[in-house]
């Protein structure tokens, strides 16, 4: 019999918990699921590729890692190690039923554990809406850690009224009618996984348990939103920025001014909301340059400067001249 080695197996839902070490695949790139416990918790992520050029990349609010795999297939099979985690109360990590565990800023001490656990030194570090956040809370934290930013879709001051409009009478939705969410949401996890990443991501929010759905927004809502605009401007890494128009929560304004206090800034305009999951070629070529630049000089020991990317400070539409 010839050994053809692991069997690759679809990727568990939520409500499922795939073993350490699990071998899944997605189109022709395979990912290895694991876990390591935070603060007595289980936080789920899974590797795609290998190598010592690391992104990691994060999810938006109450949605999954899921959305963002077919970000991290196109990536990988450009020759970077991209890892995807479910931050805590997201789908499959642990979800605690108090605010106090919800925290842009403690989201951010995530990532560097998930660093300790992989034993990398640094990586760029990344993500759409509250990942985009936690990624400047993280550049402020530990600067020495994170090689480079990928910003997608920030929410800043412009964002505050929509954000507060959507997500308060969402709280007081789950707080108040917990016992039909309960319900709904016990029958959106017995939905099955299909091949569409973002639909499953928004399925398992949706799925989530009401009283942790309650205690995530509380947190959120109640904590810091993201670094003060002095801290952001003293990130000194490279930094790509990627934005839409038309977005009351995204505003595209806020982008643009997050590209201007960064020191090392570049803008790119997505033509949607969307393109990066529906039409991702654009898009991810300008992240895959971007990853090239910002792994081109070692960093650390020999007192290198990393280095700077070519057309900061600027709006760009990847792809077009």
Aim: charged share 20%.
């Amino acid at each position: 019999m010839i050994d053809t080695g692991p069997v690759a197996r679809p990727r568990a839902g939520p409500g499922e918990v795939q073993p350490d070490g699990e071998i899944g695949r997605e189109g022709s790139v395979t990912f290895q699921s694991s876990s390591f416990i935070y603060g007595g918790d289980r936080l789920v992520y899974d590797s795609y590729g290998e190598g010592d050029r690391m992104l990691v990349y994060l999810h938006g609010l109450l949605i999954d890692s899921e959305i963002n795999r077919g970000i991290a297939e196109a990536l990988a099979a450009r020759g970077n190690r991209v890892v995807l985690l479910d931050l805590l109360g997201h789908g499959r990590s642990d979800k605690p039923h108090h605010a106090a565990a919800y925290r842009m800023d403690t989201y951010a001490s995530q990532v560097f554990a998930l660093l300790d656990e992989l034993g990398a030194n640094d990586a760029v570090v990344g993500g759409m809406s509250l990942g985009a956040n936690v990624s400047l809370f993280a550049a402020t934290q530990q600067p020495d850690r994170v090689r480079g930013l990928v910003i997608e879709m920030p929410v800043l001051e412009r964002a505050v009224p929509s954000a507060a409009l959507l997500f308060v009478p969402l709280l007081l939705l789950v707080h108040y009618a917990q016992p039909l969410l309960r319900v709904t949401s016990a029958a959106l996890r017995r939905v099955p996984t299909t091949r569409f990443g973002s639909l499953n991501s928004f399925v398992h929010a949706a799925s989530l348990p009401p009283d942790s759905m309650a205690a995530l927004l509380h947190g959120i809502l109640v904590g810091p939103v993201s670094p003060t605009q002095e801290e952001r401007s003293r990130i000194a890494v490279p930094a790509l920025v990627l934005a839409h128009s038309n977005d009351l929560l995204h505003p595209f304004n806020d982008a643009v001014n997050l590209a201007a206090q960064l020191p090392n800034a570049t803008l790119v305009r997505a033509r949607s909301p969307l393109e990066l999951r529906l039409r991702p070629k654009r898009l991810t070529d300008a992240i895959a340059h971007f990853l090239d630049d910002a792994w081109a000089t070692p960093d650390g020991a020999d007192g290198e400067a990393r280095p700077t990317l070519k057309g900061t400070k600027s709006e760009s539409r990847a792809g077009t001249p």
